[in-house]
Protein backbone atom coordinates (compact mmCIF):
# COMPACT_ATOMS: atom_id res chain seq x y z
CA UNK A 1 0.00 0.00 0.00
CA UNK A 2 2.66 2.38 0.51
CA UNK A 3 4.76 1.63 -2.52
CA UNK A 4 2.14 2.22 -4.25
CA UNK A 5 0.86 5.37 -2.38
CA UNK A 6 4.68 6.48 -3.39
CA UNK A 7 4.93 5.09 -6.61
CA UNK A 8 1.88 7.68 -7.47
CA UNK A 9 3.10 10.87 -5.77
CA UNK A 10 6.30 9.92 -7.70
CA UNK A 11 4.76 9.50 -10.89
CA UNK A 12 2.71 12.39 -10.88
CA UNK A 13 5.45 14.78 -9.31
CA UNK A 14 7.54 13.72 -12.14
CA UNK A 15 5.15 15.51 -14.62
CA UNK A 16 5.75 15.92 -18.50
CA UNK A 17 8.16 12.46 -18.23
CA UNK A 18 4.93 10.70 -16.96
CA UNK A 19 2.28 12.16 -19.18
CA UNK A 20 4.49 11.27 -21.98
CA UNK A 21 5.08 7.57 -21.21
CA UNK A 22 1.10 7.33 -20.00
CA UNK A 23 0.03 8.80 -23.07
CA UNK A 24 2.10 6.25 -25.41
CA UNK A 25 0.80 3.63 -23.24
CA UNK A 26 -2.33 4.59 -23.41
CA UNK A 27 -2.75 4.61 -27.22
CA UNK A 28 -1.49 1.25 -27.22
CA UNK A 29 -4.31 0.23 -24.89
CA UNK A 30 -6.98 1.94 -26.66
CA UNK A 31 -5.72 0.74 -30.66
CA UNK A 32 -5.65 -3.08 -28.61
CA UNK A 33 -9.31 -2.14 -27.28
CA UNK A 34 -10.31 -0.87 -30.55
CA UNK A 35 -9.29 -3.74 -33.00
CA UNK A 36 -10.28 -6.09 -30.72
CA UNK A 37 -13.85 -4.80 -30.36
CA UNK A 38 -14.04 -4.59 -34.10
CA UNK A 39 -12.97 -8.25 -34.59
CA UNK A 40 -15.17 -9.23 -32.12
CA UNK A 41 -17.94 -7.25 -33.56
CA UNK A 42 -17.33 -8.48 -36.80
CA UNK A 43 -16.88 -12.12 -35.48
CA UNK A 44 -20.35 -12.00 -34.00
CA UNK A 45 -21.99 -10.55 -36.48
CA UNK A 46 -20.74 -13.02 -39.18
CA UNK A 47 -21.86 -16.14 -36.99
CA UNK A 48 -25.38 -14.56 -36.21
CA UNK A 49 -25.66 -13.61 -40.43
CA UNK A 50 -24.02 -17.26 -41.40
CA UNK A 51 -26.06 -19.21 -38.84
CA UNK A 52 -29.70 -16.81 -39.98
CA UNK A 53 -28.80 -17.22 -44.05
CA UNK A 54 -27.00 -20.24 -44.18
CA UNK A 55 -26.39 -23.14 -41.58
CA UNK A 56 -29.22 -22.88 -39.16
CA UNK A 57 -28.36 -23.90 -35.75
CA UNK A 58 -26.92 -26.99 -37.48
CA UNK A 59 -27.31 -29.21 -40.55
CA UNK A 60 -28.05 -32.75 -41.42
CA UNK A 61 -25.64 -33.94 -44.71
CA UNK A 62 -26.26 -37.00 -46.13
CA UNK A 63 -23.34 -39.18 -45.78
CA UNK A 64 -20.97 -38.70 -49.37
CA UNK A 65 -21.47 -34.67 -49.08
CA UNK A 66 -18.68 -32.54 -48.71
CA UNK A 67 -19.39 -29.14 -49.28
CA UNK A 68 -15.75 -28.22 -49.98
CA UNK A 69 -15.16 -31.11 -53.10
CA UNK A 70 -17.85 -30.34 -55.33
CA UNK A 71 -17.64 -33.89 -57.07
CA UNK A 72 -19.48 -35.14 -54.43
CA UNK A 73 -22.79 -33.16 -55.28
CA UNK A 74 -23.79 -35.64 -58.11
CA UNK A 75 -24.34 -38.23 -55.42
CA UNK A 76 -25.17 -36.55 -52.62
CA UNK A 77 -29.03 -36.87 -52.01
CA UNK A 78 -31.29 -39.43 -50.34
CA UNK A 79 -34.60 -40.06 -49.63
CA UNK A 80 -36.32 -38.15 -46.52
CA UNK A 81 -36.87 -40.57 -43.61
CA UNK A 82 -39.81 -40.46 -41.62
CA UNK A 83 -38.28 -39.19 -38.61
CA UNK A 84 -36.68 -36.17 -40.53
CA UNK A 85 -40.13 -35.80 -42.08
CA UNK A 86 -42.36 -35.18 -38.99
CA UNK A 87 -39.46 -32.66 -37.83
CA UNK A 88 -40.18 -30.48 -41.44
CA UNK A 89 -43.69 -30.92 -40.67
CA UNK A 90 -43.59 -29.26 -37.39
CA UNK A 91 -41.07 -26.38 -38.77
CA UNK A 92 -37.76 -28.11 -37.01
CA UNK A 93 -35.84 -28.61 -40.20
CA UNK A 94 -36.04 -27.42 -43.54
CA UNK A 95 -34.74 -29.68 -46.70
CA UNK A 96 -32.07 -28.41 -49.44
CA UNK A 97 -31.45 -30.57 -52.44
CA UNK A 98 -28.42 -29.28 -54.56
CA UNK A 99 -27.59 -29.29 -57.92
CA UNK A 100 -24.72 -28.62 -60.21
CA UNK A 101 -26.02 -26.97 -63.65
CA UNK A 102 -24.74 -24.07 -66.05
CA UNK A 103 -26.80 -20.68 -67.03
CA UNK A 104 -26.05 -18.94 -69.97
CA UNK A 105 -26.08 -15.55 -69.46
CA UNK A 106 -26.06 -13.05 -72.36
CA UNK A 107 -24.53 -15.81 -74.34
CA UNK A 108 -21.41 -16.56 -71.81
CA UNK A 109 -21.20 -19.76 -69.85
CA UNK A 110 -21.06 -20.03 -65.92
CA UNK A 111 -21.47 -22.29 -63.51
CA UNK A 112 -23.83 -22.28 -60.51
CA UNK A 113 -25.61 -24.59 -57.93
CA UNK A 114 -28.66 -25.11 -57.49
CA UNK A 115 -30.10 -25.16 -54.43
CA UNK A 116 -33.63 -26.39 -53.64
CA UNK A 117 -35.27 -25.21 -50.66
CA UNK A 118 -39.21 -24.70 -49.39
CA UNK A 119 -40.95 -21.58 -50.15
CA UNK A 120 -42.54 -21.75 -46.85
CA UNK A 121 -39.38 -22.04 -44.67
CA UNK A 122 -38.72 -19.93 -42.16
CA UNK A 123 -35.48 -21.10 -40.87
CA UNK A 124 -33.33 -18.92 -42.55
CA UNK A 125 -33.35 -15.31 -43.77
CA UNK A 126 -33.58 -16.22 -47.57
CA UNK A 127 -36.32 -14.31 -48.90
CA UNK A 128 -38.09 -17.57 -50.60
CA UNK A 129 -41.19 -16.38 -50.19
CA UNK A 130 -40.59 -14.61 -53.60
CA UNK A 131 -40.38 -17.83 -55.08
CA UNK A 132 -43.75 -18.41 -54.91
CA UNK A 133 -44.60 -15.11 -56.62
CA UNK A 134 -43.59 -16.04 -60.33
CA UNK A 135 -46.51 -16.13 -63.02
CA UNK A 136 -44.85 -19.08 -65.10
CA UNK A 137 -43.65 -21.25 -62.17
CA UNK A 138 -40.00 -21.39 -62.70
CA UNK A 139 -38.24 -18.81 -60.86
CA UNK A 140 -34.82 -18.27 -58.71
CA UNK A 141 -33.81 -15.86 -56.47
CA UNK A 142 -30.28 -15.18 -56.51
CA UNK A 143 -28.09 -12.49 -54.45
CA UNK A 144 -26.49 -9.31 -55.50
CA UNK A 145 -22.91 -10.46 -55.84
CA UNK A 146 -24.64 -13.72 -57.96
CA UNK A 147 -26.70 -10.77 -59.89
CA UNK A 148 -23.39 -8.75 -60.57
CA UNK A 149 -20.87 -11.25 -61.58
CA UNK A 150 -24.16 -12.50 -64.21
CA UNK A 151 -25.27 -9.12 -65.20
CA UNK A 152 -29.02 -10.48 -64.06
CA UNK A 153 -31.76 -8.27 -63.13
CA UNK A 154 -35.40 -8.75 -61.63
CA UNK A 155 -37.51 -10.24 -64.14
CA UNK A 156 -34.69 -11.61 -66.66
CA UNK A 157 -35.03 -15.25 -67.70
CA UNK A 158 -32.13 -17.25 -67.74
CA UNK A 159 -31.48 -20.52 -69.71
CA UNK A 160 -30.53 -23.24 -67.24
CA UNK A 161 -28.51 -26.81 -67.98
CA UNK A 162 -28.67 -29.68 -65.62
CA UNK A 163 -28.28 -33.39 -65.01
CA UNK A 164 -30.71 -35.01 -63.79
CA UNK A 165 -30.11 -38.11 -61.30
CA UNK A 166 -29.67 -40.33 -64.13
CA UNK A 167 -26.87 -38.35 -65.53
CA UNK A 168 -29.41 -36.84 -68.61
CA UNK A 169 -28.99 -33.38 -69.52
CA UNK A 170 -31.44 -31.02 -69.17
CA UNK A 171 -32.60 -27.10 -69.95
CA UNK A 172 -34.86 -24.69 -69.53
CA UNK A 173 -35.28 -21.08 -68.75
CA UNK A 174 -35.86 -19.74 -65.44
CA UNK A 175 -37.33 -16.29 -64.23
CA UNK A 176 -35.38 -14.53 -61.21
CA UNK A 177 -38.06 -13.37 -58.88
CA UNK A 178 -35.87 -11.15 -56.95
CA UNK A 179 -32.30 -10.55 -55.97
CA UNK A 180 -31.49 -10.37 -51.81
CA UNK A 181 -28.80 -8.22 -50.09
CA UNK A 182 -26.58 -10.80 -47.97
CA UNK A 183 -23.32 -10.00 -46.11
CA UNK A 184 -22.71 -13.86 -46.24
CA UNK A 185 -21.05 -14.63 -49.47
CA UNK A 186 -21.00 -18.10 -49.67
CA UNK A 187 -25.05 -18.18 -49.83
CA UNK A 188 -24.90 -15.54 -52.89
CA UNK A 189 -21.88 -16.30 -54.83
CA UNK A 190 -22.59 -18.19 -57.55
CA UNK A 191 -26.08 -19.84 -56.11
CA UNK A 192 -29.17 -19.65 -57.53
CA UNK A 193 -32.44 -20.30 -55.21
CA UNK A 194 -35.48 -22.39 -56.55
CA UNK A 195 -38.41 -24.04 -55.41
CA UNK A 196 -36.90 -27.31 -53.63
CA UNK A 197 -40.20 -29.24 -55.52
CA UNK A 198 -39.12 -27.81 -59.07
CA UNK A 199 -35.68 -28.86 -58.58
CA UNK A 200 -37.02 -31.84 -57.35
CA UNK A 201 -38.89 -32.52 -60.68
CA UNK A 202 -35.99 -31.14 -62.72
CA UNK A 203 -33.73 -33.78 -61.47
CA UNK A 204 -36.29 -36.67 -60.80
CA UNK A 205 -35.22 -36.78 -57.06
CA UNK A 206 -39.11 -36.92 -55.73
CA UNK A 207 -38.71 -36.70 -51.67
CA UNK A 208 -35.03 -36.22 -51.53
CA UNK A 209 -32.55 -33.99 -50.25
CA UNK A 210 -29.13 -33.29 -49.73
CA UNK A 211 -29.03 -31.62 -46.11
CA UNK A 212 -31.50 -30.75 -43.91
CA UNK A 213 -31.17 -27.58 -41.67
CA UNK A 214 -32.41 -27.38 -38.45
CA UNK A 215 -33.81 -24.31 -37.12
CA UNK A 216 -33.68 -22.16 -33.36
CA UNK A 217 -36.34 -24.37 -31.84
CA UNK A 218 -35.06 -28.10 -33.13
CA UNK A 219 -34.14 -30.20 -30.52
CA UNK A 220 -30.56 -31.02 -32.28
CA UNK A 221 -29.72 -34.45 -32.14
CA UNK A 222 -28.75 -37.54 -34.32
CA UNK A 223 -31.71 -38.13 -37.02
CA UNK A 224 -31.34 -41.84 -38.48
CA UNK A 225 -29.66 -41.96 -42.17
CA UNK A 226 -28.35 -37.93 -41.84
CA UNK A 227 -25.06 -36.46 -40.42
CA UNK A 228 -25.23 -34.10 -37.93
CA UNK A 229 -22.95 -31.15 -38.37
CA UNK A 230 -23.03 -28.60 -35.84
CA UNK A 231 -22.78 -25.13 -35.62
CA UNK A 232 -19.03 -24.84 -34.34
CA UNK A 233 -18.37 -27.35 -37.02
CA UNK A 234 -19.80 -25.35 -39.78
CA UNK A 235 -18.42 -22.15 -38.42
CA UNK A 236 -15.04 -23.65 -38.06
CA UNK A 237 -13.72 -21.88 -41.44
CA UNK A 238 -14.72 -18.70 -39.93
CA UNK A 239 -13.28 -19.03 -36.71
CA UNK A 240 -9.94 -19.89 -38.40
CA UNK A 241 -10.67 -16.48 -40.32
CA UNK A 242 -11.19 -14.52 -37.17
CA UNK A 243 -8.34 -16.18 -35.13
CA UNK A 244 -5.95 -14.99 -37.91
CA UNK A 245 -7.33 -11.66 -38.33
CA UNK A 246 -6.72 -11.45 -34.23
CA UNK A 247 -3.13 -12.52 -34.44
CA UNK A 248 -2.25 -10.09 -37.07
CA UNK A 249 -4.60 -7.31 -34.98
CA UNK A 250 -2.36 -8.21 -32.14
CA UNK A 251 1.04 -7.79 -33.96
CA UNK A 252 0.09 -4.17 -35.02
CA UNK A 253 -1.18 -3.54 -31.03
CA UNK A 254 1.81 -5.60 -29.72
CA UNK A 255 4.24 -2.94 -31.78
CA UNK A 256 2.66 -0.19 -30.26
CA UNK A 257 2.98 -1.44 -26.73
CA UNK A 258 6.38 -2.61 -26.81
CA UNK A 259 7.06 0.96 -27.87
CA UNK A 260 5.43 2.45 -25.06
CA UNK A 261 6.92 -0.38 -22.87
CA UNK A 262 10.30 0.37 -23.81
CA UNK A 263 9.55 3.73 -23.34
CA UNK A 264 8.33 3.13 -19.86
CA UNK A 265 11.91 0.56 -19.58
CA UNK A 266 14.18 4.00 -20.77
CA UNK A 267 12.65 6.25 -18.54
CA UNK A 268 13.04 3.71 -15.32
CA UNK A 269 16.78 3.32 -16.41
CA UNK A 270 17.09 7.13 -16.16
CA UNK A 271 15.08 7.70 -13.61
CA UNK A 272 17.47 4.85 -11.30
CA UNK A 273 20.00 6.18 -12.42
CA UNK A 274 19.54 9.62 -12.03
CA UNK A 275 17.32 8.96 -8.60
CA UNK A 276 20.62 7.71 -6.99
CA UNK A 277 20.88 9.57 -4.20
CA UNK A 278 16.88 9.78 -3.63
CA UNK A 279 17.24 5.78 -3.63
CA UNK A 280 20.41 6.13 -0.95
CA UNK A 281 17.50 8.32 1.20
CA UNK A 282 14.96 6.26 1.47
CA UNK A 283 17.69 3.09 2.42
CA UNK A 284 18.72 5.49 5.05
CA UNK A 285 15.18 6.07 6.25
CA UNK A 286 14.99 2.91 6.84
CA UNK A 287 13.78 1.08 3.85
CA UNK A 288 14.85 -2.18 2.91
CA UNK A 289 16.18 -2.77 -0.95
CA UNK A 290 13.13 -4.97 -1.35
CA UNK A 291 10.61 -2.21 -0.87
CA UNK A 292 12.65 0.69 -2.44
CA UNK A 293 12.44 -2.06 -5.88
CA UNK A 294 8.94 -2.28 -5.19
CA UNK A 295 8.18 1.07 -5.16
CA UNK A 296 9.98 1.91 -8.70
CA UNK A 297 8.39 -1.22 -10.19
CA UNK A 298 4.98 -0.10 -8.83
CA UNK A 299 5.92 2.97 -10.29
CA UNK A 300 6.31 1.74 -13.59
CA UNK A 301 3.78 -0.51 -13.30
CA UNK A 302 1.21 2.67 -12.31
CA UNK A 303 2.22 4.09 -15.61
CA UNK A 304 -0.46 1.21 -17.34
CA UNK A 305 -3.00 2.38 -14.62
CA UNK A 306 -2.51 5.97 -15.77
CA UNK A 307 -2.82 4.89 -19.51
CA UNK A 308 -5.54 3.07 -18.34
CA UNK A 309 -7.88 6.12 -16.70
CA UNK A 310 -6.34 8.64 -19.84
CA UNK A 311 -7.22 5.78 -22.41
CA UNK A 312 -10.76 5.74 -20.89
CA UNK A 313 -11.25 8.94 -20.81
CA UNK A 314 -10.93 9.37 -24.84
CA UNK A 315 -11.30 5.64 -25.58
CA UNK A 316 -14.83 5.24 -23.89
CA UNK A 317 -16.28 8.60 -25.93
CA UNK A 318 -15.08 7.13 -29.28
CA UNK A 319 -16.05 3.65 -28.30
CA UNK A 320 -19.53 4.57 -27.88
CA UNK A 321 -19.71 6.84 -30.68
CA UNK A 322 -17.91 4.14 -32.98
CA UNK A 323 -20.93 1.82 -31.64
CA UNK A 324 -23.55 3.44 -32.42
CA UNK A 325 -22.24 4.49 -35.74
CA UNK A 326 -20.26 1.52 -36.92
CA UNK A 327 -16.90 0.94 -38.73
CA UNK A 328 -17.74 1.28 -42.54
CA UNK A 329 -15.73 -1.86 -43.59
CA UNK A 330 -16.27 -0.68 -47.89
CA UNK A 331 -17.89 -2.75 -50.67
CA UNK A 332 -14.20 -3.99 -51.71
CA UNK A 333 -13.62 -5.81 -48.29
CA UNK A 334 -17.37 -7.19 -48.20
CA UNK A 335 -15.81 -9.98 -51.10
CA UNK A 336 -13.51 -11.10 -49.38
CA UNK A 337 -15.28 -14.67 -49.35
CA UNK A 338 -15.97 -14.48 -45.44
CA UNK A 339 -19.09 -13.06 -43.43
CA UNK A 340 -18.34 -9.48 -43.52
CA UNK A 341 -21.09 -6.54 -43.34
CA UNK A 342 -20.41 -2.91 -45.08
CA UNK A 343 -20.98 -1.71 -41.51
CA UNK A 344 -19.29 -3.34 -38.46
CA UNK A 345 -20.37 -2.91 -34.78
CA UNK A 346 -18.08 -2.80 -32.83
CA UNK A 347 -18.35 -5.22 -29.61
CA UNK A 348 -16.41 -4.71 -26.57
CA UNK A 349 -17.00 -7.16 -24.14
CA UNK A 350 -15.75 -7.07 -20.27
CA UNK A 351 -13.55 -10.02 -20.75
CA UNK A 352 -11.93 -8.37 -23.48
CA UNK A 353 -11.42 -4.81 -21.75
CA UNK A 354 -10.42 -7.00 -18.25
CA UNK A 355 -7.55 -9.40 -20.62
CA UNK A 356 -6.25 -6.30 -22.61
CA UNK A 357 -5.93 -4.57 -19.24
CA UNK A 358 -4.22 -7.01 -17.61
CA UNK A 359 -1.84 -7.46 -20.29
CA UNK A 360 -0.76 -3.79 -20.38
CA UNK A 361 -0.86 -4.02 -16.40
CA UNK A 362 1.74 -7.33 -16.56
CA UNK A 363 4.03 -6.12 -19.40
CA UNK A 364 4.51 -2.91 -18.11
CA UNK A 365 5.47 -4.52 -14.41
CA UNK A 366 7.77 -6.52 -15.99
CA UNK A 367 9.71 -3.49 -17.85
CA UNK A 368 9.76 -1.25 -15.00
CA UNK A 369 11.13 -4.48 -12.53
CA UNK A 370 14.09 -5.10 -14.72
CA UNK A 371 15.94 -1.68 -13.86
CA UNK A 372 14.70 -2.00 -10.59
CA UNK A 373 16.35 -5.07 -9.63
CA UNK A 374 19.34 -3.22 -9.89
CA UNK A 375 18.75 -1.14 -6.86
CA UNK A 376 19.20 -4.04 -5.02
CA UNK A 377 22.74 -4.47 -5.71
CA UNK A 378 23.54 -1.14 -5.01
CA UNK A 379 25.41 -0.46 -1.92
CA UNK A 380 23.49 2.38 -0.08
CA UNK A 381 26.69 4.68 0.46
CA UNK A 382 27.14 5.07 -3.50
CA UNK A 383 23.73 5.53 -4.05
CA UNK A 384 23.86 8.47 -1.65
CA UNK A 385 26.76 9.91 -3.47
CA UNK A 386 25.26 9.41 -6.73
CA UNK A 387 28.63 7.82 -8.02
CA UNK A 388 26.59 4.46 -9.32
CA UNK A 389 27.39 4.14 -13.07
CA UNK B 1 25.34 3.74 29.27
CA UNK B 2 27.71 3.35 25.61
CA UNK B 3 25.51 3.44 22.60
CA UNK B 4 28.39 2.83 20.01
CA UNK B 5 31.27 0.67 20.63
CA UNK B 6 34.14 0.50 18.13
CA UNK B 7 36.23 -2.72 18.26
CA UNK B 8 39.80 -2.84 16.24
CA UNK B 9 37.84 -1.65 13.02
CA UNK B 10 39.44 -2.01 9.78
CA UNK B 11 37.66 -0.90 6.15
CA UNK B 12 39.13 -1.59 3.16
CA UNK B 13 37.60 -0.89 -0.11
CA UNK B 14 38.78 -2.41 -3.07
CA UNK B 15 41.13 -0.51 -5.71
CA UNK B 16 42.03 -2.14 -8.89
CA UNK B 17 44.20 -5.45 -7.84
CA UNK B 18 44.76 -4.08 -4.26
CA UNK B 19 42.63 -2.62 -1.39
CA UNK B 20 42.76 0.97 0.07
CA UNK B 21 42.46 0.81 3.56
CA UNK B 22 39.96 3.18 4.81
CA UNK B 23 39.69 2.88 8.82
CA UNK B 24 42.57 1.12 10.31
CA UNK B 25 41.87 -0.30 13.65
CA UNK B 26 39.53 2.12 15.25
CA UNK B 27 38.66 1.85 18.66
CA UNK B 28 36.03 3.85 20.04
CA UNK B 29 32.85 4.30 22.25
CA UNK B 30 30.70 6.93 22.52
CA UNK B 31 27.73 7.52 25.29
CA UNK B 32 24.23 8.54 25.46
CA UNK B 33 23.85 12.00 25.43
CA UNK B 34 27.08 12.86 23.84
CA UNK B 35 27.25 15.67 21.29
CA UNK B 36 30.53 14.39 18.80
CA UNK B 37 32.26 15.23 16.31
CA UNK B 38 34.63 13.53 13.94
CA UNK B 39 36.96 15.64 12.47
CA UNK B 40 39.98 15.46 9.99
CA UNK B 41 40.74 16.47 6.20
CA UNK B 42 39.05 14.83 3.21
CA UNK B 43 39.70 10.96 2.80
CA UNK B 44 40.57 11.01 6.15
CA UNK B 45 37.49 7.97 6.40
CA UNK B 46 35.30 10.48 8.36
CA UNK B 47 31.91 9.48 6.70
CA UNK B 48 33.02 5.80 6.10
CA UNK B 49 33.22 5.42 9.67
CA UNK B 50 29.70 7.33 9.91
CA UNK B 51 28.42 4.98 7.34
CA UNK B 52 29.43 1.84 9.39
CA UNK B 53 28.04 3.34 12.31
CA UNK B 54 24.56 4.16 10.61
CA UNK B 55 24.32 0.61 9.05
CA UNK B 56 24.76 1.64 5.83
CA UNK B 57 28.19 -0.44 5.15
CA UNK B 58 29.58 -3.17 7.30
CA UNK B 59 33.67 -3.10 8.43
CA UNK B 60 35.96 -5.33 6.53
CA UNK B 61 37.35 -6.63 10.38
CA UNK B 62 36.42 -5.85 13.86
CA UNK B 63 33.38 -4.94 14.92
CA UNK B 64 30.93 -1.76 15.62
CA UNK B 65 28.53 -2.45 18.06
CA UNK B 66 25.83 0.48 17.91
CA UNK B 67 22.62 0.36 20.14
CA UNK B 68 24.04 -3.37 21.23
CA UNK B 69 23.52 -4.47 18.06
CA UNK B 70 26.30 -6.09 15.96
CA UNK B 71 26.36 -4.03 12.66
CA UNK B 72 28.36 -7.14 10.90
CA UNK B 73 25.62 -9.51 11.91
CA UNK B 74 23.04 -7.65 10.78
CA UNK B 75 20.86 -8.70 7.78
CA UNK B 76 19.44 -5.93 5.08
CA UNK B 77 16.09 -6.13 7.14
CA UNK B 78 17.33 -5.77 10.73
CA UNK B 79 19.55 -3.08 9.70
CA UNK B 80 17.07 -1.03 8.11
CA UNK B 81 14.82 -1.56 11.17
CA UNK B 82 17.56 0.30 13.12
CA UNK B 83 17.99 2.95 10.98
CA UNK B 84 14.01 3.36 10.44
CA UNK B 85 13.46 3.37 14.20
CA UNK B 86 16.43 4.40 16.35
CA UNK B 87 19.10 6.38 13.78
CA UNK B 88 18.57 9.48 12.46
CA UNK B 89 20.51 11.05 9.54
CA UNK B 90 21.25 14.16 8.65
CA UNK B 91 23.63 14.81 5.22
CA UNK B 92 25.93 17.70 4.00
CA UNK B 93 23.29 18.09 0.59
CA UNK B 94 19.83 17.61 2.90
CA UNK B 95 18.94 14.86 0.75
CA UNK B 96 14.92 15.88 0.82
CA UNK B 97 12.24 14.32 -1.58
CA UNK B 98 11.93 17.19 -4.24
CA UNK B 99 8.54 16.41 -5.21
CA UNK B 100 7.22 16.10 -1.06
CA UNK B 101 6.32 19.04 0.56
CA UNK B 102 8.14 20.11 3.86
CA UNK B 103 5.08 18.02 6.70
CA UNK B 104 5.30 15.07 3.75
CA UNK B 105 9.38 14.81 3.79
CA UNK B 106 9.02 15.00 7.80
CA UNK B 107 6.29 12.20 7.72
CA UNK B 108 8.56 9.95 5.67
CA UNK B 109 10.15 7.31 8.30
CA UNK B 110 6.81 7.52 9.77
CA UNK B 111 5.39 6.15 6.89
CA UNK B 112 7.30 3.25 7.48
CA UNK B 113 6.59 3.14 11.15
CA UNK B 114 2.79 2.09 9.93
CA UNK B 115 1.94 5.01 12.44
CA UNK B 116 -1.90 6.32 12.32
CA UNK B 117 -2.12 9.45 10.26
CA UNK B 118 -3.19 11.66 13.19
CA UNK B 119 0.22 9.96 15.38
CA UNK B 120 2.32 10.87 12.12
CA UNK B 121 0.89 14.11 12.16
CA UNK B 122 1.29 14.92 15.89
CA UNK B 123 5.23 13.96 15.65
CA UNK B 124 5.62 16.06 12.60
CA UNK B 125 3.83 19.33 14.09
CA UNK B 126 6.16 18.45 17.25
CA UNK B 127 9.11 18.14 15.11
CA UNK B 128 8.89 21.01 12.89
CA UNK B 129 7.88 23.42 15.81
CA UNK B 130 11.15 21.95 17.30
CA UNK B 131 13.50 23.56 14.30
CA UNK B 132 11.30 26.45 13.79
CA UNK B 133 9.63 25.91 10.75
CA UNK B 134 5.92 25.20 11.05
CA UNK B 135 4.49 27.78 8.92
CA UNK B 136 6.58 25.98 5.92
CA UNK B 137 4.79 22.79 6.57
CA UNK B 138 3.15 22.93 3.07
CA UNK B 139 5.83 24.14 0.76
CA UNK B 140 8.16 22.20 -1.19
CA UNK B 141 11.55 22.25 -0.38
CA UNK B 142 13.28 24.32 -3.90
CA UNK B 143 10.25 27.08 -1.82
CA UNK B 144 13.31 26.67 1.15
CA UNK B 145 16.52 28.38 1.63
CA UNK B 146 19.61 26.18 2.35
CA UNK B 147 19.20 26.95 6.00
CA UNK B 148 15.62 25.86 5.79
CA UNK B 149 16.31 22.74 4.14
CA UNK B 150 18.80 21.57 6.68
CA UNK B 151 16.19 22.35 9.53
CA UNK B 152 13.85 20.31 7.79
CA UNK B 153 16.32 17.16 7.46
CA UNK B 154 17.02 18.11 11.04
CA UNK B 155 12.58 17.62 11.52
CA UNK B 156 13.04 14.50 9.27
CA UNK B 157 15.98 12.94 11.55
CA UNK B 158 14.14 13.64 14.90
CA UNK B 159 10.93 13.18 13.84
CA UNK B 160 10.81 9.31 14.99
CA UNK B 161 12.73 10.46 18.25
CA UNK B 162 15.86 8.46 17.96
CA UNK B 163 18.30 7.43 20.22
CA UNK B 164 21.47 8.56 17.07
CA UNK B 165 21.25 11.05 14.86
CA UNK B 166 24.23 10.48 12.76
CA UNK B 167 25.02 14.08 10.75
CA UNK B 168 27.24 14.20 7.79
CA UNK B 169 28.81 17.61 7.22
CA UNK B 170 25.67 19.25 8.15
CA UNK B 171 26.81 22.87 7.99
CA UNK B 172 28.88 22.24 4.60
CA UNK B 173 26.73 24.09 1.98
CA UNK B 174 25.74 26.64 4.80
CA UNK B 175 26.30 30.55 5.83
CA UNK B 176 28.08 31.06 9.04
CA UNK B 177 24.32 32.65 9.83
CA UNK B 178 22.30 29.44 9.12
CA UNK B 179 25.53 27.18 10.23
CA UNK B 180 25.23 28.70 13.91
CA UNK B 181 21.49 28.69 13.77
CA UNK B 182 21.23 24.62 12.78
CA UNK B 183 24.01 24.01 15.34
CA UNK B 184 22.11 25.85 17.99
CA UNK B 185 18.52 23.74 17.19
CA UNK B 186 20.84 20.06 17.27
CA UNK B 187 22.33 21.20 20.41
CA UNK B 188 18.73 21.99 22.14
CA UNK B 189 17.43 18.90 21.21
CA UNK B 190 20.11 17.06 22.70
CA UNK B 191 19.52 18.65 25.41
CA UNK B 192 16.11 18.66 26.22
CA UNK B 193 15.38 15.05 24.13
CA UNK B 194 18.96 13.48 25.47
CA UNK B 195 19.35 12.31 21.79
CA UNK B 196 23.15 11.21 21.08
CA UNK B 197 24.92 13.81 18.16
CA UNK B 198 27.48 12.59 16.07
CA UNK B 199 28.96 14.28 13.11
CA UNK B 200 31.34 14.17 10.79
CA UNK B 201 33.23 17.60 10.00
CA UNK B 202 35.90 19.45 8.86
CA UNK B 203 34.12 23.04 9.79
CA UNK B 204 35.49 25.07 12.25
CA UNK B 205 32.14 26.52 13.21
CA UNK B 206 31.02 22.91 14.39
CA UNK B 207 34.07 22.31 16.01
CA UNK B 208 32.91 25.00 18.45
CA UNK B 209 29.91 23.61 19.50
CA UNK B 210 31.29 19.95 19.75
CA UNK B 211 31.75 18.82 23.15
CA UNK B 212 34.10 16.18 22.14
CA UNK B 213 36.19 16.26 19.08
CA UNK B 214 37.92 12.91 17.57
CA UNK B 215 40.00 13.54 15.35
CA UNK B 216 41.02 11.01 12.24
CA UNK B 217 44.32 10.91 9.86
CA UNK B 218 44.43 8.36 7.11
CA UNK B 219 42.11 6.56 8.73
CA UNK B 220 43.28 6.13 12.31
CA UNK B 221 42.03 7.92 15.51
CA UNK B 222 44.94 10.38 16.14
CA UNK B 223 43.11 12.05 18.90
CA UNK B 224 39.88 12.47 21.18
CA UNK B 225 39.28 15.29 23.36
CA UNK B 226 36.39 15.92 25.73
CA UNK B 227 36.20 19.45 25.83
CA UNK B 228 35.24 20.96 29.78
CA UNK B 229 32.02 22.60 30.08
CA UNK B 230 32.28 26.40 31.07
CA UNK B 231 28.93 27.80 32.92
Request: glycine share 8%; proline share 3%.
Amino acid sequence: MLALQLAFKNLIGAGLRTWLNVTVLSFAFVLMVFYNGMIDGWNRQGRNDTQAWEIGQGQYWEHTYDRYDPYTIQDAHQPISDEANDMIIKGELTPVLISQATIYPQGRVQSVILKGIDPNQTILELPTADLRNTQNGYSAIIGERMANDSKLKVGDNILVRWRDKNGMFDAMEIQIASIFKCDVPSVDKGQMYISLEVLRKMTNMQNEATMLIAGKNSELGPVEDWDFKTSDFLLAEFDAIIKSKKAGGMIMSGLLLVIALLAIFDTQVLSIFRRQKEIGTYIALGMTRGQVVGIFTVEGGAHSILAAILGAAYGIPLFLWLNSVGIPMGKENTDMGIAISEIIYPYYSFGMLLSSFILVVISATIVSYMPARKISKMKPTDALKGKLQ
Amino acid sequence: MAIIEIKDLVKKFPVGNGFFTALNQINLTIEKGEFAGIIGPSGSGKTTLLNIIGSLDTPTEGNAIVLDKSISELSHKQAAQLRNKHIGFIFQTYNLLPIYTVFENVEFPLLLQSLSASERKKAVLQALEWVGLTDKAKSKPNMLSGGECQRVAIARSMVKQPQLVLADEPTANLDSKNSHHILETMKKLNRELGVTFLFSTHDEKVMQHLDRIISLEDGKVVKDEIKTVTL
